[in-house]
């Protein structure tokens, strides 16, 4: 596949040829030099991942000019070879600054993890490909305070508040197995346990975000739901919500290690089964004890250490900043993607110790990333997951990702070491039957990680430097920093819940929104979804192999999972 440089006419010109793009198309070239100057392209009704590259274009470049993200898409020229690299890891650590360890990990083999990956090396170090020294994320390099200032507030409050995920159901672009009725709206969505009203089979879970791209300070905001198969939701072939939410309690348990878990109140006298294993049977029995087997249709099933069933399916959607008119934060109806996985093939351990080799030695003999696409069904992962994703179009309506885009994704679902089975948000979940909801940060206080002491968002942001990844965060760092750079401990901790933490003002919000939908007009996601309202400073353009790597003692072993039995820091200095 050749790869096509922004810098060379002369390649432009071998890729046109290729495609067909002879002098017989000159009236089409002419017809589209008046095309877009930000970047964006008509997509028209193209909306499967395969179809531009059947459906060319031809482009009347000249010397200097800048070729839109979907030229690429279109003639099928790959952009950027190393996309699983994502932006965040070309961050400068100037020796000292880590926002690298929270997906970087390599863990001791005696915990016999599936993930096996033990990348904790990465942090501080870049260890990349050729190809991966240059930062294709070029959109971290645009001041994009210009491109908003033409947006006013109204207008982009008036495009976030607009249901663009129903408009999708209605005209059948999205996929029956991503649809919940209501989704843009939670109350209607979920029952007051998570349950989605629409029979879906769905259920939402409230989580504590992931350090610091999943901060709505740093961009959006966004929510989770799980769903297992059938038979994990039956008792003798029929739907059984009290199975179901036994099972759900157990894959929760099988993945973050845990040997009891607080439940809704379960009558095991009409389950016939001894959900807390005291040896009785009894009525509202509210702890599951940790079992060899699922239950239910689902109980010749064993549970997996670490892992989830075969069929486990996963939505994720990724939502613009919503300000009430109280300026209070909240998940906006508008979706900027809706994101999916499903664990297609269950792999054991041992299975996956294969997949993790192979890795290895692909990246040894400096092979460059391999993604497997399923056409309309998105791509997999190679350890067992499909991945599929919609986002939006240049007039906001949700649209299938094309095949560049979706290769973003095994970037953090594929070879990272701090994931559980390849995910991120369930091993996060509020424990138990406090945990089954739509998110509500406002639930949720700022408790440490497993074997940490402090508060992890005050943590990361002490290690890290800032407020994001890139430490160009100004709200956060005017708020939680003082003049010489170090973390105002004391403010973080009195916070009374992470919403405080990592929510914007409004006006940052408004920002954030604004600068995010000039990309959506370009369509320019090959380079980069980060809503960053200013040129990045702190990120490297190019990775210079005399960079100095991040010093030991600024190197952390770090667990993604929660100690939310733990007292919270601010409990503690209440008491004192």
Request: glycine share 8%; with cysteine.
């Amino acid at each position: 596949m050749k790869m096509l440089k922004t810098s060379s006419v002369g390649l432009l010109l071998s890729l046109l040829i290729s495609a067909g793009c002879t002098e017989s198309t000159s009236t089409q070239l002419n017809e589209l030099s008046d095309s877009k100057k930000d970047g964006a392209v008509d997509t028209g009704a193209q909306t499967a991942h395969h179809q531009y590259g059947k459906q060319a274009h031809a482009y009347p470049y000249s010397e200097g000019d800048d070729i839109p993200a979907l030229a690429y898409i279109e003639h099928n020229e790959v952009y950027n070879p190393e996309s699983v690299i994502p932006p965040q890891c070309y961050t400068k650590t100037e020796g000292v600054n880590n926002p690298c360890y929270a997906c970087h990990q390599s863990y001791d083999a005696v915990e016999k993890r599936p993930n096996q990956m033990g990348d904790g090396t990465l942090q501080g170090n870049y260890e990349f490909s050729d190809v991966g020294m240059t930062n294709s994320w070029k959109n971290l390099f645009i001041d994009r305070t210009s491109l908003i200032a033409s947006i006013d507030d109204a207008t982009i409050k008036k495009y976030v508040e607009q249901d663009n995920y129903t408009a999708s159901l209605d005209s059948e672009v999205m996929p029956d197995y991503m649809r919940i009725k209501h989704l843009s709206a939670a109350e209607k969505a979920f029952d007051n346990s998570g349950f989605a009203k629409d029979g879906s089979g769905w259920v939402s879970y409230n989580y504590k975000p992931f350090p610091s791209t999943f901060w709505p300070t740093n961009g959006s905001t966004g929510d989770a739901m799980i769903r297992l198969p059938e038979a994990f939701q039956s008792l003798n072939g029929k739907y059984n919500k009290a199975v179901y939410t036994l099972n759900l309690s157990l894959v929760e348990m099988a993945l973050k290690e845990l040997d009891t878990l607080r439940i809704s109140p379960v009558n095991e006298i009409a389950l016939n089964l001894d959900v807390n294993k005291d040896g009785k049977l009894s009525e509202g029995v509210t702890e599951i004890a940790r079992a060899t087997h699922y239950v239910g249709d689902a109980k010749a099933i064993p549970l997996a250490h670490m892992l989830y069933p075969e069929g486990t399916e996963f939505l994720h959607t990724v939502r613009y900043i919503g300000v009430d008119d109280s300026g209070n934060i909240y998940n906006a109806p508008r979706m900027k993607e809706v994101r999916y996985m499903k664990k297609h093939r269950f792999r054991s351990r041992e299975s996956l110790a294969s997949a993790y080799y192979a890795e290895a030695k692909d990246k040894h003999f400096e092979k460059l990333p391999q993604t497997r696409y399923l056409g309309e069904k998105g791509i997999d992962n190679g350890f067992g997951w499909t991945i599929n994703g919609y986002i939006e179009d240049d007039k906001g309506e949700l649209r299938a990702q094309h095949d560049q885009e979706l290769a973003f994704c095994n970037g953090c679902h594929k070879t990272v070491g701090s994931t559980f089975d390849q995910t991120f948000s369930f091993a996060r979940k509020v424990p138990g039957e406090e945990g089954w909801g739509y998110i509500n940060l406002r639930n949720i206080e700022d408790v440490p990680n497993i074997n940490e002491e402090k508060g992890e968002f005050l943590t990361y942001m002490e290690r890290v430097g800032g407020g994001d990844e890139f430490r160009q965060n100004g709200e956060m760092l005017a708020k939680w920093f003082d003049e010489k750079g170090m973390v105002k401990a004391e403010d973080v901790v009195r916070a009374t819940s992470v919403y405080d933490i990592i929510t914007p003002s409004p006006e940052r919000a408004l920002a954030l929104n604004k600068a995010y939908l000039t990309i959506v007009k370009e369509q320019s996601y090959l380079f980069g979804r980060d809503a960053t309202l200013t040129e990045a400073s702190n990120v490297l353009s190019t990775v210079d192999v005399d960079q100095p790597p991040l010093k030991p003692e600024h190197r952390f072993t770090w667990d993604m999972r929660l100690n939310w039995q733990k007292e919270t820091p601010r409990a503690i200095a209440e008491k004192r």
